[in-house]
C-alpha cells in the first residue's frame, strides 16, 4: 500500500506525498531553523519521551506574509522526519451542505493516527476568513468548534502544521491548540544573498557580489528572489549563452524588485 495514498471518501480531501527537502533547501534566521530542528529531534525521540509521559510537540502554527517559507518549512519537516506531506484541499474540504464541512473534517482527523504523516492546513486563515464573508455564521462557528475538538482529542504521531497570512482573523481559541506559534519573515539582505547562493550553485557567482545585489533589492521575499533566479537563467538560455553573467541576475532581480513596489504602492495596506 503507497502510505502516502488516501483511499475513500478523504481521498479528495488531502494531497499526500513524500517529500525530498530537507533543512540544506531552506533559509531561515538561525532561531528558527533551531526550533525546526529541535521539533524534527522531538519527534524522532517520541517513544524516549513517552516513557516520561511526555510527548513531542507536534501542533505548529507558521504564520507571515506570502513567499517565506511557511509552505517549503512544512515539505521540509516532512523530508527530514520521512514522513508523507498530506495537504488539506480547502476547495474539498468547505462545502456548502450544512454540517458537510465539519464531517470533512472528522475524515481528515480520523487518517492522522492511521497514516502518520505531516498534515498541512495550508492557507488556514480560509475558515477565519469565511467567517467573515459567509452569511452563515452559525455554520461557520460549528466548523471552528470542531477543529477545536478533533484537535483536542487528537492522539496521533502525526505533525498538524496550519499555516496563514492572517494570524489577526484566527480565534484565540484556535491559537491556544497549538504547541508553537513560529513567525515566518521577509528576508535580509544577507538572508536574500543566501537565498541567491542556494539558487544559484551550479554557477560560479562571487558571494560578495551575491551580497551587494542583495542589498538592492530589499523588500523581496524568498519566493520573489527564487523566481527572479529563474527568469535569469531563462534569459540566459534563450540567449544562447553559455554562463550565467552577472548581468543576466541583476536584471532580473531588479525588474522583479519594480514589479514588488509597483504592487505595494497599488495597494498601500498591505
Ligand atoms: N525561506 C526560504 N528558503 C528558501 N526558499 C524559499 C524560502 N521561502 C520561499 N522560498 C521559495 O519560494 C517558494 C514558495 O515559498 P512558500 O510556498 O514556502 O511560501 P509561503 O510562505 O508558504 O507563502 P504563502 O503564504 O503564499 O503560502 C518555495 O517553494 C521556495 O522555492
Ligand atoms: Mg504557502
Redesign the pocket.
Known sequence: MDIARPRGEVADLLEGGHRQERFR????PEVTLDLLSRIVRENRARAELEQWQVTPRRRLLFQ??????????AAVLAGELGLPLMTVRFDALFSRFLGATANHLRLIFDELPRRPGVYLF??FDAVGQRRAHEQDVGEMRRIVTSFLQLIDTDRSASLIIA?T?HPELLDRAVFRRFDVEIG?EL?NAAQLAQ?LA?RLTPFDISKTFLKQVAERVSGL???DA?RACDDAIRAMVLDGASALSESYLVCALEDMHRKHERRAASSPSK
Open positions: 533547501d531552506i533559509v531561515l507571515g506574509p506570502p513567499g517565506c517559507g511557511k509552505t517549503l518549512a495550508d492557507e499555516a497570512n515566518f528576508p537565498l542556494l521575499s524568498y519566493a527564487a
